[in-house]
T-cell receptor, first 114, second 114 residues
């Protein structure tokens, strides 16, 4: 069985400061890992994904995440927050199966202040 | 637009009504999904269709009835819903059997049951 734990329900940063959203996972297999973002009243947009290639993954809008197998972590970072980054972020794990099914974390709300 | 279109965007219905949610994708994907997103809860997988066959039904009450007439369209038929069914219903699609591909989500239908 697979699971995902997002360690913070809310993260508050000031514009221009770094962002760190934490995620730990549990998986019986070599997982695929994703980060999705959801802006208010919108669907989920894929930010980046890890699929057993490079452990440092770069995504859209300046976000990146590092897969650390020894720590079972996949934290999301960005060097400098923008106001437009304010949204809810979901860490997601997927294991190989006959069809792709994803397990979502509970989400982290990122608040960005001027 | 993500390539997955959901209609309507908002729906208010009484507990005795019958309505349907529609999802359409033109990405060439062969798997489609219904998710329920309620406040303060992780995304819940409801149904999975792979190659137009239902492959998963996660203990969803029978008042929710999915239909997948072809690989591009997915419906969720609703009848005699309860107030606790009020939520954001998200449709997604993927290329089956490729967990690294990730899902493409629609913008969702915000359902309110009164």
């Amino acid at each position: 069985a697979q699971s995902v734990t997002q360690l913070d329900s809310h993260v508050s940063v000031s514009e221009g400061t770094p962002v760190l959203l934490r995620c730990n996972y549990s998986s019986s297999y070599s997982p695929s890992l994703f980060w999705y973002v959801q802006h208010p009243n919108k669907g989920l947009q894929l930010l980046l994904k890890y699929t057993s290639a490079a452990t440092l993954v770069k995504g859209i809008n300046g976000f990146e995440a590092e897969f650390k197998k020894s720590e079972t972590s996949f934290h999301l970072t960005k060097p400098s927050a923008h106001m437009s980054d304010a949204a809810e972020y979901f860490c997601v794990v997927s294991e190989p199966s006959g069809y792709s099914t994803l397990t979502f974390g509970k989400g982290t709300m990122l608040l960005v202040s001027p | 637009e993500t390539g997955v279109t959901q209609t309507p965007r908002h729906l208010v219905m009484g507990m005795t009504n019958k309505k349907s949610l529609k999802c359409e994708q033109h990405l060439g994907h062969n798997a489609m999904y219904w998710y329920k997103q309620s406040a303060k809860k992780p995304l819940e997988l409801m149904f999975v269709y792979s190659l137009e066959e239902r492959v998963e039904n996660n203990s969803v009450p029978s008042r929710f009835s999915p239909e997948c007439p072809n690989s591009s369209h997915l419906f969720l038929h609703l009848h005699t819903l309860q107030p606790e069914d009020s939520a954001l219903y998200l449709c997604a699609s993927s290329q089956d059997k490729d967990p690294g591909y990730g899902y493409t989500f629609g913008s969702g239908t915000r359902l309110t049951v009164v």
